[in-house]
Structure formats: structure tokens, C-alpha cells
């Protein structure tokens, strides 16, 4: 992972005490200081900080409750994000494994010998939905937490 320098690590800081989500921290870094950095570099990022991201309010836990009332049958099928381990880990990898999103896309997801997580899209140019980011990585974490790694 880069160095980020102090007024970078301030940006940063105002961008999650502005109530930003790991996502949009993660585009911003790439969009306005031209920084790649991976989904977990931006948590392991605001966790090196010590910041605190912001939970949703009341309102806006409600908005989203009343939008899952609101879902037909053909969402239901679709379903959450699961996450699920290969039973023999793919060649090169340390951890292998797929996951659904609630779109009803799969993907493959590995951890490379250094600890980058990575993620093969189902097809080119493919972004799972925003929400389930979060979802999938602490999915992630417990099933890496679980017997066998």
C-alpha cells in the first residue's frame, strides 16, 4: 500500500468524518488523488487512521427497511451476498472462494500469497452493487475466520 502523505491522510479524515462509506473513500482516492488502492487498503487505511466510519442514522436505516418491504417475489430470489470458500484452494492463491451478490451475479474471490484480496467479475467491466461491498467483506472475514484458515 502507498504512503499517504499528511495532507492526504487528512483528506481522508474529513471524507469519513463527512459520513463517506469505505466505497466512496475508495473512488475518491482513485478519482481526485490518483491513488489504487483495494477495498481492504482503504479499511486497513481508516482503521491505521484510527477514524470511526459514521453509522447510518435512524432515518435512513428506515428508508432502507421500507425499501426491502417493498421488494416482489423475483427480488426475493436474488437474495443477499454469500460468500463461500473453496473446498481445495486454487493454485497460487492462499485463500480462494466465490461469492453471489444480490444481483444474482457470481464471482471468484482470492487472497494472493502477499494478502491482496482480489476479485474475478463474472463478466468484463462488472461492479457489484455498492451495498453489498460491505456485506461480502464481512462475510469474507468470518468465513477466513472459520475452521480450516
Given amino acids: ?3 499517504l502523505t499528511p495532507d492526504q491522510k487528512d483528506t481522508v479524515s ?3 468524518a463527512e459520513g463517506l462509506g469505505l466505497s466512496d ?3 475518491r482516492l482513485k478519482d481526485e488523488l490518483n491513488l489504487n488502492l483495494t477495498f481492504m487498503d482503504v479499511r ?3 482503521s491505521d487512521l484510527e477514524l470511526q466510519l459514521k453509522a447510518p442514522s435512524q432515518e ?3 428508508e432502507d427497511l421500507s425499501a426491502d418491504a417493498s421488494l416482489d417475489a423475483t427480488d426475493d ?3 443477499d451476498v454469500k460468500v463461500e470458500k473453496d473446498s481445495v484452494i486454487r493454485p497460487g492463491y ?3 472462494g466465490s461469492v453471489k451478490f444480490s444481483d444474482g451475479k457470481t464471482a471468484q474471490w482470492f487472497i ?3 494478502g491482496q484480496l482480489g476479485l474475478e467479475p463474472p463478466e468484463p467491466g462488472y461492479q457489484p452493487p455498492e451495498a453489498d461491498v460491505e456485506e461480502f467483506q464481512v462475510q469474507l472475514r468470518n468465513v477466513l475466520q472459520g475452521p480450516g484458515y
Avoid: H, N, T
Wanted: proline fraction near 4%.
Fill in 44 to 46: 486497513f487505511l481508516v
Fill in 94 to 96: 492462499a485463500a480462494s
Fill in 60 to 62: 435512513e436505516q428506515k
Fill in 77 to 79: 430470489e436474488q437474495g
Fill in 1 to 3: 500500500m502507498a504512503e
Fill in 112 to 114: 494472493d500469497p502477499m
Fill in 14 to 16: 474529513r471524507w469519513v
Fill in 25 to 27: 473513500i475508495q473512488k
